[in-house]
């Protein structure tokens, strides 16, 4: 079956213009993550959601960055404003369901701020 | 939260059986341990989880003593492929998976 995908891919923007990352999580997945990588680090928590409930955004690095996922599937990450300290990889994951279910991963969407 | 140590970088040949440790001292009752790889350019990817003593899947196994402050990821005749780098996660308790990952182990596999 399909696994988490991601979009866009890749995503060069300017700085000052809002960004918005997609993530299509695995058919009938309750829990969704997002997480953020830099280079040559581990994925750092954002946010999680069990289906459309935002349950924990204790990662979200400052009021710029949102997330939601209204219908329980698709979520969507806004960054607005954007800085150049925002380029990083973005992922997303899900799982079945908590506690202590594998997380899938995703793509990953390469965010780059000029 | 349950941190976790673990060598920065490895290096080994094909077919060699290689173990990575992990240390996680302050690991809760409720915590699990588990392990991740990660390839360039892709997503983390689940390699084995456990709670005790040891688990045994088609890629890794996991050991673990009974104070649970440590793990070791051992896998058997590695290759290439499994040139990557490997994450000992403790997940944290509370009601759902929120994962912490450390740096990581670079393992490096030579011909």
């Known amino acids: 079956g399909a696994g988490v995908s991601q979009s866009p891919r890749y995503k060069v923007t300017k700085r000052g213009q809002d960004v918005a990352l997609r993530c299509d999580p695995i058919s009938g997945h309750v829990s969704l993550y997002w997480y953020r990588q830099a280079l040559g680090q581990g994925p750092e928590f954002l946010t999680y959601?069990?289906?459309?409930?935002?349950?924990?955004k204790s990662g979200l690095p400052n009021d710029r960055f949102s997330a939601e996922r209204p219908e329980g599937s698709i979520s969507t990450l806004t960054i607005q404003r954007t800085e150049q300290r925002d380029s990083a990889m973005y992922r997303c994951?899900?799982?079945?369901?908590?506690?202590?279910?594998?997380?899938?991963f995703g793509p990953g969407t390469r965010l780059l701020v000029l | 939260l349950a941190k976790t140590t673990q060598p920065i970088s490895m290096d080994s040949y094909e077919g060699q059986e290689v173990n990575i440790t992990c240390s996680h001292n302050n690991i809760a009752t409720n915590d699990y341990i588990t392990w991740y790889q990660q390839f360039p350019s892709q997503g983390p990817r689940f390699i084995i989880q456990g709670y005790k003593t040891k688990v045994t899947n088609e890629v890794a196994s996991l050991f673990i003593p009974a104070d649970r402050k440590s793990s070791t990821l051992s896998l058997p005749r590695v290759s290439l492929s499994d040139t990557a780098v490997y994450y000992c996660l403790v997940a944290v308790s509370g009601g759902y998976n929120k994962l912490i990952f450390g740096a990581g182990t670079r393992l490096a596999v030579h011909p």
């Open positions: 959601f069990n289906y459309e409930a935002q349950q924990d």
């Open positions: 994951a899900s799982s079945l369901e908590s506690p202590q279910e594998t997380q899938y």
